[in-house]
């Protein structure tokens, strides 16, 4: 499993962003109110020390021996004045406040001075050696005076409260932005699977010069595809009118071999154009007013073929009957026919044409011939408009449109198709409906 160090989307990553932005800023403030707090407490205690121990420099060497036993005995303000003796600690500290408060001690005392402690872990006060009267002498700093300290609970409170106002108006526009952009993904996506749907520009200026670039691409795909559409609707149509003359003129033929063979060329050419027709009117679904019933419209379909001599087996499970599917009836002839017409042409007879439900209640329909049926590899490929699998295919009459325009009915209500290989040989088309 890859580990992801971002979020996928914009929307999460722009607001790491900010709140990488917001942490990053908070860590500097509070490396700079640190710092300063720091350097103010610490030039705090040397003043405060630095005073205590020239009042003792000259106040110890006027006193005798039981003044200044009295004097080490008690306090001096939050100092403590201690003599040398067995109760100092040995340990030097070695922590940066320590390190510091040495440095500037002496530099304003212009004399060396001594710090000891009582170790790591432990929480003893810091003493601070000097000379009076010829004696070492020691203040003891108790450990709230070089512990560091820490910030204000209000302090606290107003950062929390701030950054999530922060958050928040991030939120705000992170939202303005993504929003739109989802939006325009959505309507991307449903170009791309063949129901165009335009965009209501909105968002930064960016973002609506991208939608408005998205509608007009729309529009012009609609009118290339509305141009492509007159033209072929157009040149079937003019067809037509030949086709008929031609059949007309077979009729005066005396000899019955070249009236076969050309009536078999003119039902080719006819074929052909009546694919093609069906495969323009698929391109626009026709609205179902009212659902309609399929096995009452597949029996009849599989009635006109038996009326033509065509092997064709019928099979509807008792859930089925009542089965009602959102599509329209001629659509749905359209979908028989070419199924049928598919496998009697390409494959082999017996077609079984069965009818079931599946447990989600869409309609199963599976037409199985007994032909060679097709590759796993060439099955994609099939799908699609004008494909041909086969060399001789393009001398039968056939133009590669019957799988193209059933797929297209099936995806326009929601449905999908699938070719597999049935049991015992030949091809196996499965047409999935969602049951109305």
């Not at 306090?75 to 600690?89: F, H, I, K, N, Y």
């Not at 002496?106 to 003893?124: F, I, K």
């Not at 039968?396 to 999908?416: N, P, T």
Request: aromatic share 4%; glycine share 10%.
């Amino acid at each position: 499993m890859k580990l992801r160090l971002f979020p996928a989307s914009l929307a999460g990553r722009t607001v790491l962003l900010v709140i990488a932005v917001i942490a990053v800023a908070e860590i500097a403030t509070f490396s700079l109110l640190a710092h300063f707090r720091r350097g103010a407490h610490v030039n705090q205690t040397v003043h405060l020390l630095a005073g205590q121990v020239r009042l003792m420099q000259v106040v110890l060497p006027a006193l005798d021996a039981d003044a200044r036993a009295a004097l080490g005995a008690g306090d001096a303000g939050e100092l403590q004045l201690r003599a040398d003796g067995a109760g100092v600690p040995r340990h030097e500290p070695r922590f940066p406040f320590a390190r510091r408060l040495a440095v500037e001690l002496a530099q304003r005392l212009a004399e060396p001075v001594l710090l000891r402690h009582g170790g790591p872990g432990q929480r003893s006060g810091l003493w601070v050696g000097f000379t009076a009267a010829g004696e070492r002498w020691w203040l003891v700093l108790p450990p709230p005076r070089f512990e560091p300290q820490e910030l204000p609970t209000d302090l606290w409170l107003f950062l929390a409260a701030t950054l999530a106002a922060v958050l928040l108006i991030a939120g705000l526009f992170v939202r303005n932005i993504v929003g739109p952009l989802a939006r325009l993904g959505e309507a991307v996506t449903a170009t791309g699977d063949g129901t165009a749907r335009t965009v209501t520009p909105h968002g930064p200026r960016e973002v609506r010069r991208l939608a408005e670039r998205h509608n007009a691409m729309l529009a012009q795909l609609a009118s290339a595809a509305a141009e492509r559409r007159e033209m072929i609707a157009g040149l079937t149509h003019d067809l037509r009118a030949p086709l008929t003359r031609l059949r007309l003129r077979l009729e005066l033929l005396a000899s019955d071999g070249e009236r076969a063979g050309l009536a078999r060329d003119v039902d080719d050419m006819e074929r052909i154009v009546g694919q093609c027709l069906a495969f323009l009117r698929s391109e626009h679904s026709e609205a179902a007013g009212v659902p309609v019933g399929l096995a009452a419209l597949l029996r009849e379909e599989v009635g006109h073929q038996r009326e033509l001599g065509r092997p064709v087996a019928l099979s509807i499970s008792d859930a089925a009957e009542r089965c009602q599917v959102a599509v329209s009836s001629g659509n749905l002839r359209r979908l028989f026919d070419n199924l049928i017409d598919n496998a009697l042409q390409h494959g082999a007879p017996p077609v079984e044409v069965g009818l079931a439900i599946a447990d989600g209640g869409a309609a199963i329909l599976s037409v199985r011939d007994h032909g060679p049926g097709i590759a796993e590899a060439d099955r994609q490929r099939a799908l699609e408009p004008f494909a041909q699998l086969e060399a001789a295919r393009a001398t039968d009459g056939s133009c590669g449109l019957g799988l193209a325009i059933v797929r297209r009915i099936a995806a326009g209500c929601g449905g999908e198709l699938r070719l597999e290989e049935a049991t015992g040989g030949g091809l196996l088309v499965v047409v999935r409906l969602p049951a109305a």
